[in-house]
């Protein structure tokens, strides 16, 4: 199975060549994937070099003209380094573009801090009107790709993750799907962490959603699973723990319940290791999952009592 960045340039490749309107702005990183469309295409296939601000300027200015852009290159270098060009060269100046990262928050352990970017959607989340789409396998990859550049103008982030799921779903830009349904509570699992989620609860008697497009977060599909309460929900992310847990809140915000928000610890790995060390020290493996999101919707000992 090719990878989610393998499947993005190749996807990307032939929109190039479908939307005359499409262009590619790499920073060095990803140029390999793009250099069969770059002879195709030298206009539309852009390498800025290693300046990430300028691969966000750049595109703005390419939304300006009329263009539909694509910018791509590592989360913490498309997110957190370029953060005041995303703010205003393309909120501030309402400036629609795709930008698609790798490596988020653990997917290249080798790398080290400065290529990890587990609180990159919290601090999207400080803007306004962004799509954030994660999907969980190469083929959701491209047809979140195929919804994010059809997008008009809007502004989308595309998270690709180099862990994936073994079989993609029927995704459709938008809402959540129902995997599993249980009484005991609901349990969100967001993109590549799916197949560990449905490992952890196996057994459990709740329901399970999956997420692929997290903003706007689809709080009908929450309320709908949690009925009229009261519920507890665990939100299961690959990045910061407890960036969507408000959204959860205001969801069921006249619905008794609880929230609980797993996903990477604000602690800093500085032993790097590997991915799946990464994930049992985030306790988002399996086994910890489970004995996490038990805890959390088993009886209370009140309930245990009367039992």
């Not at 996490?292 to 039992?307: K, N, S, V, W």
């Given at each position: 199975?090719?990878?989610?960045?393998?499947?993005?340039?190749?996807?990307?490749?032939?929109?190039?060549?479908?939307?005359?309107?499409?262009?590619?702005?790499?920073?060095?990183?990803?140029?390999?994937?793009f250099?069969?469309?770059?002879?195709?295409?030298?206009?539309?296939?852009?390498?800025?070099?290693?300046?990430?601000?300028?691969?966000?300027?750049?595109?703005?200015?390419?939304?300006?003209?009329?263009?539909?852009?694509?910018l791509?290159?590592?989360?913490?270098?498309?997110?957190?380094r370029?953060?005041?060009?995303?703010?205003?060269?393309?909120?501030?100046?309402?400036?629609?573009?795709?930008?698609?990262?790798a490596?988020?928050?653990?997917?290249?352990?080798?790398?080290?801090?400065?290529?990890?970017?587990?609180?990159?959607?919290a601090?999207?989340?400080?803007?306004?009107?962004?799509?954030?789409?994660?999907?969980?396998?190469?083929?959701?990859?491209?047809?979140?790709?195929?919804?994010?550049?059809?997008?008009?103008?809007?502004?989308?982030?595309?998270?690709?993750?180099?862990?994936?799921?073994?079989?993609?779903?029927?995704?459709d830009?938008?809402?959540?799907?129902?995997?599993?349904?249980?009484?005991?509570?609901?349990?969100?699992?967001?993109?590549?962490?799916?197949?560990?989620?449905?490992?952890?609860?196996?057994?459990?008697?709740?329901?399970?959603?999956?997420?692929?497009?997290?903003?706007?977060?689809?709080?009908?599909?929450?309320?709908?699973?949690?009925?009229?309460?009261?519920?507890?929900?665990?939100?299961?992310?690959?990045?910061?723990?407890?960036?969507?847990?408000?959204?959860?809140?205001?969801?069921?915000?006249?619905?008794?319940?609880?929230?609980?928000?797993?996903?990477?610890?604000?602690?800093?790995?500085?032993?790097?290791?590997?991915?799946?060390?990464?994930?049992?020290?985030?306790?988002?493996?399996?086994?910890?999952?489970?004995?996490?999101?038990?805890?959390?919707?088993?009886?209370?000992?009140?309930?245990?009592?009367?039992?």
């Amino acid at each position: 199975m090719d990878t989610m960045r393998e499947r993005f340039a190749s996807v990307t490749s032939r929109l190039l060549d479908e939307d005359p309107r499409l262009a590619v702005v790499l920073a060095e990183i990803g140029t390999d994937g793009f250099a069969e469309a770059a002879r195709r295409h030298p206009d539309r296939v852009i390498n800025v070099g290693i300046r990430e601000q300028l691969l966000v300027g750049v595109g703005g200015g390419l939304a300006l003209a009329g263009m539909r852009p694509v910018l791509h290159t590592f989360a913490s270098f498309l997110v957190e380094r370029p953060f005041e060009q995303v703010k205003l060269d393309l909120g501030h100046q309402d400036a629609g573009a795709v930008l698609v990262s790798a490596y988020g928050s653990y997917d290249w352990p080798a790398g080290g801090y400065t290529h990890m970017a587990p609180g990159d959607i919290a601090l999207l989340d400080t803007l306004d009107g962004w799509t954030v789409h994660v999907p969980g396998h190469p083929d959701e990859a491209a047809t979140l790709l195929r919804h994010a550049v059809a997008a008009g103008d809007d502004k989308v982030y595309v998270r690709l993750s180099q862990q994936a799921n073994a079989a993609g779903r029927p995704v459709d830009g938008a809402g959540f799907l129902t995997v599993r349904e249980g009484r005991a509570g609901v349990v969100v699992a967001v993109g590549p962490l799916l197949d560990d989620v449905l490992a952890a609860t196996e057994g459990l008697d709740v329901t399970v959603l999956y997420a692929t497009t997290v903003r706007p977060f689809d709080a009908a599909a929450l309320r709908a699973a949690v009925g009229p309460g009261p519920a507890d929900v665990v939100l299961v992310e690959p990045y910061l723990a407890g960036t969507s847990t408000a959204y959860a809140n205001d969801a069921l915000a006249d619905v008794p319940h609880r929230v609980l928000g797993l996903g990477t610890a604000r602690g800093e790995l500085r032993r790097y290791g590997t991915v799946p060390e990464h994930l049992r020290a985030h306790g988002l493996d399996p086994a910890s999952l489970r004995e996490r999101i038990a805890a959390f919707t088993g009886p209370r000992d009140g309930a245990r009592a009367a039992a």
